[in-house]
């Protein structure tokens, strides 16, 4: 069953061809700084925001966060957790994620069994997501124990993206990790798209306008960035790499 969230990112992809995404970390704002942010992030045209990061936050901070931002903004908020402390009643929606070259089979599945009820009992909306972790893999190629897939070896991340779908993941996301010094390849992209009938999304590394038009150009339906809202002006930036989606 598609929900509105769902159902709302499927719709502006098939509108606009390729959609931005917001990505705020918790950990590293305040109620009144996400505000801000996604106050910013949405006058400059991002589809949705989403919460979440890759090291540990208290749920009373991230409620508090998820409620600040919602009085500000319209648009979707989608929580990107990266454990059961991710989630959080106020949300619109999760990514019920599965991250699939983890070593550890907590990640794959003992983590969304534990977090399901909670998921029901807040009556969120669940976004089945394969995610990929490519490259240096940063933090979250730490936490989740990954092997991440070297990035000369594009048929590895298309083999992964096929088999998520297969199981039945409706968007498949491919990260590099918060901060990499390079974003995820566009011949990686390319390929993997290829394989793809469902929304890919890209993220990590990702800093310049000429870095989110190849990245389209390749076959991201998606583009997340979020450590360009941890500085302390992010709108001008946001607006850049925003723009070159939107004016396409």
């Not at 298309?158 to 990790?177: C, D, I, K, N």
């Not at 038009?213 to 992010?234: M, P, Y």
Request: proline fraction near 6%; hydrophobic fraction near 45%.
């Amino acid at each position: 069953m598609v929900n509105n969230v769902e159902k709302y990112l499927k719709d502006k992809i098939l509108e606009e061809g390729s959609i931005h995404i917001t990505l705020i970390d918790p950990e590293k704002v305040t109620p009144q700084s996400a505000s801000a942010v996604a106050h910013d992030a949405e006058s400059c045209g991002t589809t949705a925001i989403m919460i979440g990061g890759s090291t540990f936050v208290l749920t009373n901070h991230l409620d508090r966060v998820i409620k600040a931002i919602k009085r500000t903004v319209k648009i979707p908020i989608i929580l990107f957790p990266n454990n059961v402390s991710g989630i959080s009643r106020y949300a619109d929606a999760i990514w019920f994620m599965s991250l699939l070259n983890s070593s550890d089979p907590y990640f794959i599945f003992g983590a969304q069994v534990l977090g399901a009820p909670l998921i029901r009992k807040f009556g969120l909306e669940a976004i089945p997501l394969g995610y990929i972790v490519v490259g240096e893999g940063g933090a979250v190629g730490v936490v989740g124990r990954v092997c991440p897939i070297p990035y000369n070896k594009p048929e590895l991340a298309a083999a992964h993206a096929l088999a998520a779908q297969y199981l039945g993941m409706r968007f498949v996301y491919l990260e590099a990790g918060s901060g990499a010094k390079q974003p995820v390849p566009n011949n990686m992209i390319k390929m993997v798209k290829d394989f793809l009938s469902v929304p890919l999304i890209v993220g990590g590394g990702i800093n310049t306008k000429k870095q989110v038009k190849q990245l389209v150009e390749a076959g991201a339906g998606i583009i997340v960035t979020g450590t360009v809202t941890e500085r302390a002006s992010a709108k001008p930036k946001l607006r850049e790499l925003i723009g070159q989606i939107t004016s396409r």
